[in-house]
């Protein structure tokens, strides 16, 4: 079922990307166009942030085949590749209501089909006319944005937004909304008067040895967000703290795989590399190695076809997301994705060379 999901996933982010209107409506991937847009919004009062509650767990299955009747080889697909029950201990079997149990691939897209209708719907009402394609394009291209449960709607047309939600089911978390005032929230970033007002997080407890591999690749990180959030004064405690902790802490570029001080100022470098005179500079590096996972015949042959560009290896379960140094949607160079795969059981840092950029 999970490949199912898959394959009908792909082909409908394809036809979406195919569409500008709907390509800039509703977002997958990106979350940076709900942030930008609830900075305008706190500048100028324009746009409306809301925050559903519980927003997967009330997509009913009902929203969805109402949504799609009119296309059935869509239909068949989606209703054909659906877990239609769930074995739960205590409860035995369960038939489902809801669209999607965790796990489903169809899930977060089919959510944010029915909120973008939803929305329009709500929009209708406030205008009491119908909207044409060519009339929401023209009117709310760069004013309406789902990414999730995150929505990004006018201000003129909120309450009206939130009446339509409601109307099927769903849950405005109004503590979590804003459309009054200076200030929005949308995808984790927070604004006020069009500044970025966000609070950095501390996740964990800062290092005490260089052994604890997990602890300074955290510590690391918010050194960083403390620096490109303007807190300077931490950013400055941070950097002697790791100065003492680690010995050997480089200037880098977001981008370098080594662990060290981003700065808006570049980088710095200690030689040459000998073979393509490209910098080099020393410090500690990311070891992680996935677990054995050895696939072979028919399904490393799927695996090769259809394997899409993997994303920026994640550890945020580390408050670390620069690893292998990919940039995002870079072509794979794991040349032992057949043999070794999935989250590494433990992670270490390694002191050597490497690029600062």
């Known amino acids: 079922m999970q490949f199912a999901q898959q394959g009908v996933f792909r082909r409908i982010i394809q036809r979406i990307e195919e ?102 719907m709500g929009i209708e009402q406030e205008l009491n006319t119908p909207l044409s394609r060519s009339k929401a394009i023209r009117l709310f291209s760069g004013r309406v944005r789902v990414f999730g449960d995150d929505l990004i709607v006018p201000r003129e047309h909120v309450l009206s937004v939130i009446d339509s939600l409601e109307t099927f089911g769903f849950k405005v978390n109004v503590s979590k909304s804003f459309w009054t005032g200076r200030f929005r929230e949308s995808c984790g970033k927070e604004y006020y008067d069009g500044s970025d007002v966000s609070i950095t997080k501390v996740r964990q407890v800062l290092p005490a040895t260089r052994q604890d591999a997990s602890g300074v690749i955290a510590a690391v990180s918010l050194r960083n967000r403390f620096y490109w959030s303007g807190l300077w004064r931490s950013a400055a405690w941070m950097d002697n703290y790791l100065d003492r902790l680690l010995k050997v802490y480089p200037s880098v570029a977001p981008s370098s795989p080594l662990l060290g001080r981003e700065s808006a100022l570049g980088y710095g470098f200690q030689k040459l590399d000998p073979r393509y005179h490209s910098p080099l500079a020393k410090g500690y590096r990311v070891v992680a190695q996935a677990p054995r996972d050895f696939l072979d015949g028919s399904g490393a042959l799927l695996k090769c076809l259809t394997r899409d560009p993997p994303l920026e290896p994640e550890f945020e379960l580390l408050g670390y997301r620069k690893v292998s140094g990919l940039p995002i949607n870079a072509p794979s160079v794991d040349s032992e994705h057949l043999e070794r795969t999935g989250r590494p059981k433990r992670v270490s840092i390694k002191l050597g060379w490497a690029s600062p950029y």
């Open 19 to 120: 569409d500008s209107f709907l390509f800039n409506t509703v977002g997958f991937e990106d979350q940076e166009p709900n942030r930008i847009l609830a900075r305008k919004g706190s500048y100028d009062g324009s746009l409306a942030t809301l925050d559903l509650s519980e927003a997967s767990d009330r997509v009913s299955n009902q929203h969805v085949r109402a949504m799609i009747l009119d296309y059935p080889h869509l239909f068949e697909a989606v209703q054909g590749s659906r877990s239609r029950k769930a074995d739960v201990p205590g409860h035995g079997i369960v038939s489902l209501a809801k669209f999607a149990s965790m796990g489903s691939a169809l899930c977060f897209p089919f959510e944010a089909f029915v909120f973008t209708t939803l929305v329009f």
